[in-house]
């Protein structure tokens, strides 16, 4: 077996991952604001948003040009919202902890999809209340994909896990229409949750489960404290997952793994 890519690679490593995370970052914002809107993620190059002024490439690099613009467009001056450089330097933070932790550079693509894929995801529920098949599905086959070099995960807890994922949250959802008489998750929950079974094995999918439906009660609680109960509000509970899948990665399937390995 091949070593850990951070005792292959060390700092220099560490870098190129953090600044392709960076890079990639960059694209997530393209992803987020295109893909829910059905628009080509390549054609045409970036504009603004608001005066829809090409941007050049000097005004584009992640993270900097955002400073040195001080948050505004050049030619309409409209805010470019503070989201867009937190995105790139989040995802180069994540590529760099991946790194540094993954077992195997199979494991360090998983981490680094699933994070990327986790913040794109994150933010377009929260935008649009969707979560995107074109996102979803390739996670799916990525997952088992993946999991043929993975240590953390054979390729059938990968399948399993895809399965007990997304087979037990439609099932879920099917129940909770059947009892309450009104639809609680969408089919998107139930592809997110398979892609999540995939990327981390049956074990890190119930991990995250468990933490997203913790943080999304307490952060419900909060909200309806705030604002008062209103019985129409609906929770998204994607972007919850997507942060409970990326905090699983980190921090339940290494010790999953661990307590696998203990049992022949
Ligand atoms: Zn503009």
């Known amino acids: 077996m091949s070593p850990p890519p951070w005792a292959e690679l060390g700092t220099f490593g560490l870098a190129v991952a953090a600044l392709v995370g960076l890079l990639v970052g960059s694209f997530l914002n393209v992803v987020a604001y295109r893909l829910p809107r059905d628009e080509s993620l ?15 490439w000097h005004d584009n690099v992640p993270v900097l040009s ?74 799916i086959a990525i997952g088992i994909a993946l999991s043929f070099g993975s240590v953390r995960r054979t390729p059938l807890s990968a399948i399993l896990g895809a399965a007990l994922g997304a087979g037990g949250l439609f099932l879920l959802a099917f129940l909770y229409e059947k009892i309450a008489g ?11 949750l398979g892609m999540v079974g995939a990327l981390l094995g049956p074990g890190g999918m119930i991990v995250t489960i468990m933490a997203a439906s913790l943080a999304g009660s307490v952060v419900g609680l909060g909200w309806m404290l705030a ?38």
């Open 182 to 192: 009104q639809e609680g998750m969408g089919l998107g929950d139930v592809k997110m």
């Open 66 to 139: 955002w400073m040195w613009l001080l948050g505004r467009c050049r030619s309409c001056r409209a805010r470019i919202p503070a989201r867009y450089p937190a995105l790139e330097l989040g995802n180069a933070v994540l590529w760099a902890l991946v790194f540094r932790a993954a077992p195997t550079w199979s494991d360090f693509a998983t981490g680094a999809f699933l994070c990327s894929a986790g913040l794109a995801l994150f933010l377009i529920d929260l935008d649009f209340e969707i979560l995107p098949d074109a996102i979803t599905l390739p996670g």
């Open 42 to 56: 390549v054609r045409p190059g970036s504009r603004c948003p608001s005066c829809g002024t090409p941007i050049a």
């Open 227 to 264: 604002r008062g109960g209103d019985r129409k509000m609906r929770l998204r509970f994607g972007p919850f997952l997507a942060l409970g899948a990326i905090g699983a990665w980190f921090f339940a399937a290494p010790l999953v793994a661990r307590y696998r390995a203990l049992w022949p």
